[in-house]
Nanobody, 132 residues
Framework: QVQLVESGGGSVQAGGSLRLSCAAS????????MGWFRQAPGKERVIVAA????????YYEDSVKGRFTISRDNAKNTVYLQMNSLKHEDTAVYYC?????????????????????????WGQGTQVTVSS
């Protein structure tokens, strides 16, 4: 059993930055690939970033490439999402999720599993609001 608790959300003006954290309970954090999803009002929950078990491979959805950075510290059982140059369209509830199965690789690029039901554990979500 893994419990995930997000923190770091809030309100920021466009162009600003936030750093989300997701703290995991248990001793098996390093066994899980991790993903950050977001859900905007009236829209589906989608993956925006993911990281492999070791932290050596990452994935970003096109709209956040170059602005968001995912990282993890397995010694601290924590995964982070640094969000820079925030835009109004980044407004959403952000969730971290743990997947016991790691994604695959295609032509050297990490391809995480992206469906909600692929992930075994979820945090409660943290609201990010970006004002334009």
């Amino acid at each position: 059993q893994v419990q995930l608790v997000e923190s770091g959300g809030g309100s920021v003006q466009a162009g600003g930055s936030l750093r989300l954290s997701c703290a995991a309970s248990g001793r098996t954090f390093g066994n899980y690939a991790m993903g950050w999803f977001r859900q905007a009002p009236g829209k589906e929950r989608v993956i925006v970033a993911a990281i492999s078990r070791s932290g050596g491979s990452t994935y970003y959805e096109d709209s956040v490439k170059g602005r968001f950075t995912i990282s993890r510290d397995n010694a601290k059982n924590t995964v982070y999402l640094q969000m820079n140059s925030l835009k109004h369209e980044d407004t959403a509830v952000y969730y971290c999720a743990a997947d016991l199965e790691e994604g695959s690789y295609y032509r050297g690029s990490y391809c995480p599993r992206s469906r909600e039901d692929d992930y075994d554990y979820w945090g409660q979500g943290t609201q990010v609001t970006v004002s334009s």
